[in-house]
Every structure is written in structure tokens, then in C-alpha cells.
């Protein structure tokens, strides 16, 4: 590319003029279904095509279908934020192109990612035990943390699979009523079957009741099956409930199964003062996730995985062929391929580092703090007011609320889709105890209490309507 100097720098000020004023776009596209696609050509280009020609079409033909995620007014499922500094990190890392597999193919992407998930887990408050690694996803960090449970309670599972293997019993694995369902799909993935998944019941607050864990386990110990894992959820996804951690490991402990912590969304709020004790008991845990790219102002994607059997998850997947064996094996370097089910590794580690340097641990706590704050005062809104009820608590920065009264699915819908139609706002929703639930999720760093407040005005002037 001839013209990159100017191209890059054309495309720093639309970053930056983006990063200003979001509010420019509508935060919900407003695609119709198939528009994106039918606006493209079938065939690739015989010809390569000039950069301004390519952006013209990005402008025109892409951004329309794109939902900002990254506009102050986005409070649906968890708001998100990709901060001027990890995109600064983005950009390099890209230019960079690591592609750290082995110690040697980028010692600064694999020393990275030690110092800086250590940085994270000093801020949350894990003990020194847990080693970290860094996936794109909760969904995969949990998938690696099943395979480590799998592997710790069947140790010849590697070798020979759990298939026809009567003598193992059948093995079991517990999660709230309220988990994720990444949970589902690991379990179905690593071949344990959906049926070996017991969704444990929650109370009123829809935190797994500790009691019924220990009842399941001991059932299913008596009918000769064998527990492998649990997992307890900090910060669930439709109410943001944090499961009793707690009573759960001692549970766990006593019964030598995995204990794993989905902390996806809300193991960040561990470092503001005063919310130390969501992660109470996680010292016990075995692996525990949590995700920068949700509430830690980190580009997606970039989800961190701790362990404290780090020896276990790489018994499960590390195999070196001859190619990619190294000199440094034998000293004491780690080789990020050996810690999961990808060879190829890409440099996240800059931006979680950048992000951390950028706003330093008072910033970032800072932020979240006002998050949490902001949640609170629409919760006051809504507790004051006699249209709308709220249903579930407000621990950090996500309110549930609905229609006081008999009001239908689809009213809730109608508002929904007046709200999200007005282009400055875009809420989603859930159902807790089969009922429909609004939900304003609080998350990006440029959502303040004005946007807040709109969302409040838009939302009170629908359900009059
Ligand atoms: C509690 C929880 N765990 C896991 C996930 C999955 O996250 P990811 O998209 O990183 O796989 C989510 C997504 O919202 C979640 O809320």
C-alpha cells in the first residue's frame, strides 16, 4: 500500500472524531435484514481497488449496519467500552502481527500476558496461587476450565475419552438456575453430554441455594455417578446475582470437585472498595474468569482465565510436535500453545496493559464506582415511580425493572421497540421467574447521568404512551 502514511492518518482522525461523537450514529442499526450483503458485490475484485474507494463503500455501505456498541446510549445486555487506549494497542498490535505460540515466537507477548493478568489478579484480590491466561471469550475460558475439571477427576480421559467407560459412572457437573450458557456448550462439547448438567435452583435474590448443591451432589454421589465441577456465577447475566461463593467452595472442597467462577461481567467490581467480598471464597476456587472486554474497558475481545491448577489445564492440552520444539523448553519458559485448544495466540496482553497503565488502578476503579453510582439512581427512579417496579437488586451497574401492574409481554415489547427505535437508546431485556424484564445495563465511559436520564424520559414517555 503506497499511500499508508496518509491513509493511517485519515483514519486516526475518523477513530478520534468517532471516539468524540458517537452520538452522530444511531446506537441500534437501522439495517433491514439482507441490505448489508445484497449492497456487495458476489465476486472479490479482479483488481485491486484504491483505499479511498474502500472506505467510500465503509462509510456508506458498512457503517449503516453497524450497532455502537461503544455509544453512551447503549445500556442492552452488558454496555462495553473500547477505550482510546486499547485501541491505540489494537492498532500496534496488528501492525506487529505476533502470533505468540512459543516463548520464542514472541517473548513479549507471552511475558506480557504473565505481568499483566498478574497487575489484574493483585486488583481483584486473588491469592498468588492463580496463574492466568488470556482467551477471547468467557465462553472459552470456561470450556478450558471444564476440560482441566474433566481432566483432574478422569486422569486417562485424554487418552481414552469418557465413551462406553462404564467404570467412570456418569459424570456430573452444577451450575445456577441462572448461569450462562457457555456452561451448556462446554458441557456438550467436551462430550459429557447435556443431560450431565444439573441446573441447581436459586432464592428469591436468583443466587444458587447452597443446600441444593450439597443435595444434588450427594444424590447423584449414591447413585454411583461422579461429580466433577461446579460453577458459581459472580454477576449473572440477566440480574447480575452473585451466587454464595463462599458456602459453594467449602462444599466444593469437601467433595474434591472443581470449583470454576464465572466472573465474566462483574469480577472487576472486586477492586472497588466495599465490594470485596463478591469474590469471598474464589481463593478456594480452582479457575475463576473474568472478562476486561465487558466492564474493564478493553476492545473485544479479551477474556482472562485463572487458575490454580495451571499443571492440570496443561496435562489436558499440551502436545508438542517436532517442529515446534525449542531450545528454551527445558527452561522454564511457558509456551502459551500448551494452555488451551488454539496453537496460534494473538498479542492481547498490549491492550489489557496499555488500559491499565492509561487509567491506573484509582481511574479504573473510579469508573466503575460511577457505574455502579449511576445504576443506583435510575434504580431510585424506578423505585419512586408508580409505572414501572423493580425486580431484581442492583449490586453493581445493571437494573431490572418491568410495568407495575398486569401489563403484557408485548407492552413490554412496544416499549422496547419505541425506546430502541428513537436511534439514542438501545435497552434489551430478559425474564426472571417467567416474567418479562427491562434491563439498562451501565458499562461505557462515556455514558453520564444525562444519558441516564434520557433514558429514563424516553422510557416513562412510552409507557404513558
Ligand atoms: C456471566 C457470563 N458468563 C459468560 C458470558 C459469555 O461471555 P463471552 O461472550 O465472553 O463468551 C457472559 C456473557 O454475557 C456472561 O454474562
Not at 489494537?90 to 512459543?102: G, T
Not at 469418557?162 to 452444577?174: D, F, K
Not at 443466587?207 to 454411583?224: F, H, N, T
Amino acid at each position: 500500500m503506497k499511500d499508508f502514511r496518509p491513509q493511517a492518518h485519515r483514519l486516526a482522525d475518523w477513530i478520534a472524531d468517532y471516539l468524540e461523537n458517537p452520538e452522530r450514529f444511531p446506537v441500534l442499526s437501522r439495517a433491514r435484514p439482507g441490505q448489508i450483503r445484497d449492497a456487495l458485490p458476489a465476486d472479490a475484485p479482479e483488481q485491486g481497488e484504491a483505499f479511498d474507494a474502500i472506505f467510500a463503500d465503509f462509510e456508506r455501505i458498512i457503517l449503516p449496519g453497524v450497532t455502537h456498541w461503544n455509544h453512551p446510549g447503549f445500556f442492552a445486555y452488558f454496555a462495553i467500552t473500547s477505550s482510546a487506549p486499547g485501541i491505540l494497542a489494537e492498532f500496534l498490535a496488528a501492525a506487529l502481527n505476533q502470533q505468540a505460540m512459543l516463548w520464542r515466537t514472541s517473548p513479549a507477548a507471552t511475558e506480557l500476558e504473565a505481568v499483566a493478568l498478574d497487575w489484574l489478579r493483585k486488583l481483584i484480590g486473588l491469592p498468588g496461587g492463580f496463574e492466568g491466561v488470556i482467551y477471547d471469550t468467557a465462553s472459552v475460558s470456561t470450556l478450558h476450565a471444564l476440560a482441566a475439571a474433566r481432566e483432574a477427576a478422569v486422569p486417562d480421559v485424554r487418552a481414552k475419552g469418557l465413551a462406553g467407560r462404564t467404570e467412570v459412572g456418569g459424570v456430573r457437573v452444577y451450575c445456577g438456575e441462572h448461569a450462562h450458557t457457555s456452561v451448556d456448550k462446554a458441557v456438550i462439547l467436551l462430550g459429557l453430554g447435556h443431560d450431565a448438567l444439573t441446573r441447581i435452583p436459586a432464592d428469591a435474590e436468583f443466587r444458587m441455594r447452597p443446600d441444593r448443591l450439597a443435595e444434588a451432589i450427594a444424590g447423584d454421589r449414591a447413585a454411583g455417578r461422579l461429580p466433577i465441577a461446579v460453577i458459581a456465577t459472580v454477576g449473572s447475566t440477566s440480574s447480575t446475582s452473585v451466587d454464595p461463593v463462599d458456602e459453594i467452595a467449602a462444599i466444593c472442597t469437601r467433595e474434591s470437585v472443581w470449583l470454576h467462577v464465572d466472573a465474566a461481567y462483574a469480577g472487576v467490581a472486586a477492586m472497588v472498595p466495599g465490594y470485596e467480598w463478591i469474590l469471598r471464597g474464589a481463593e478456594r476456587a480452582d479457575s475463576l474468569v473474568v472478562n476486561p472486554h465487558k466492564w474493564l474497558f478493553t476492545p473485544f475481545d479479551l477474556s482472562a482465565l485463572y487458575c490454580r491448577r495451571m499443571d492440570v489445564l496443561r496435562q489436558a492440552f499440551a502436545l508438542t510436535p517436532e517442529y515446534l520444539k525449542t531450545s528454551e523448553g527445558d527452561a522454564g519458559v511457558r509456551n502459551l500453545m500448551d494452555t488451551g485448544i488454539q496453537l496460534g495466540r494473538r498479542f492481547r496482553a498490549l491492550k489489557l496493559w496499555m488500559i491499565m497503565r492509561h487509567f491506573g488502578a484509582a481511574g479504573l476503579r473510579g469508573h466503575l464506582a460511577e457505574h455502579m453510582r449511576l445504576a443506583r439512581l435510575f434504580a431510585s427512579w424506578v423505585d419512586a415511580s408508580d409505572r414501572f417496579e423493580r425486580i431484581a437488586p442492583v449490586p453493581f451497574s445493571v437494573v431490572c425493572f418491568r410495568l407495575r401492574g398486569e401489563a403484557t409481554d408485548a407492552d413490554h415489547q412496544r416499549i422496547l421497540d419505541t425506546i430502541n427505535g428513537s436511534g439514542e437508546i438501545f435497552l434489551s431485556h430478559t425474564k426472571l421467574d417467567g416474567r418479562f424484564a427491562l434491563r439498562l445495563a451501565i458499562g461505557n465511559l462515556h455514558t453520564t447521568e444525562r444519558h441516564v436520564a434520557r433514558a429514563w424520559e424516553l422510557l416513562t414517555s412510552a409507557a404513558r404512551a
